[in-house]
């Protein structure tokens, strides 16, 4: 009866793996010396984001990827090696690298291993280049200023022979008025 309960357990907790490698982005990295404060920190860096953290046993991943083997995410056994935890996030994935590799070379306690980026396996050099990428906001805010500059030198263009004839005109009526003053 025992047995069987601890069974389903594990079959939920690999279960519960699927909901986290189908994130957009999983970061794996070892964290053996980090003492449960850093880790406690590290945790609410990334809960800033919206993003998890979770310390997960090999054996239930090693389970997990064998029973997904068929679909786009085999992976092989060697990845999961040592005390891993999954750093993740479906919205700010990016953020969610930059954070991590900030916290590595503060730390220099975590190793980043791996990840996997929407379900495809990546490096530890290609984690680091995710990194490198600029986020959500600011992409949207380099777009935004990428349309909103050529319409403001346009709006410039049309409104700069207005404010030409406008300088021509006050020009002219100055100078009338001097000829005015003068004559009279």
């Given at each position: 009866?025992?047995?069987?309960?601890?069974?389903?357990?594990?079959?939920?907790?690999?279960?519960?793996?699927?909901?986290?490698?189908?994130?957009n982005?999983?970061?794996l990295?070892?964290?053996?010396?980090?003492?449960?404060?850093?880790?406690?920190?590290?945790?609410?860096?990334?809960?800033?984001?919206?993003?998890?953290?979770?310390v997960?046993?090999?054996?239930?991943?090693?389970?997990?990827?064998?029973?997904?083997?068929?679909?786009?995410?085999?992976?092989g056994?060697?990845?999961?090696?040592?005390?891993?935890?999954?750093?993740?996030?479906?919205?700010?994935?990016?953020?969610?690298?930059?954070?991590?590799?900030?916290?590595?070379?503060?730390?220099?306690?975590?190793?980043?291993?791996?990840?996997f980026?929407?379900?495809?396996?990546?490096?530890?050099?290609?984690?680091?280049?995710?990194?490198?990428?600029?986020?959500?906001?600011?992409?949207?805010?380099?777009?935004?200023y990428?349309?909103?500059?050529?319409?403001?030198?346009?709006g410039?263009?049309?409104?700069?022979?207005?404010?030409?004839?406008?300088?021509?005109?006050?020009?002219?009526?100055?100078?009338?008025?001097?000829?005015?003053?003068?004559?009279?």
């Open positions: 009866m025992g047995s069987a309960r601890i069974l389903e357990k594990k079959k939920e907790s690999v279960d519960a793996l699927a909901e986290i490698f189908n994130s982005g999983v970061y990295f070892d964290y053996r010396g980090l003492k449960v404060s850093e880790m406690g920190s590290l945790r609410r860096r990334i809960k800033a984001l919206g993003a998890n953290i979770k997960v046993k090999n054996r239930l991943a090693i389970k997990y990827f064998e029973k997904v083997a068929s679909g786009q995410m085999a992976v056994r060697e990845l999961f090696q040592g005390p891993l935890a999954l750093a993740y996030s479906n919205e700010k994935f990016v953020e969610t690298a930059k954070v991590l590799v900030e916290f590595e070379k503060e730390s220099k306690k975590i190793r980043i291993m791996s990840g980026i929407e379900k495809r396996l990546v490096s530890d050099k290609q984690v680091l280049e995710v990194a490198t990428l600029p986020g959500k906001e600011q992409l949207l805010a380099q777009l935004v990428s349309i909103g500059m050529p319409l403001r030198r346009f410039s263009a049309l409104s700069s022979p207005l404010t030409h004839v406008v300088i021509l005109l006050k020009n002219l009526q100055d100078k009338k008025e001097k000829e005015k003053g003068g004559n009279g």
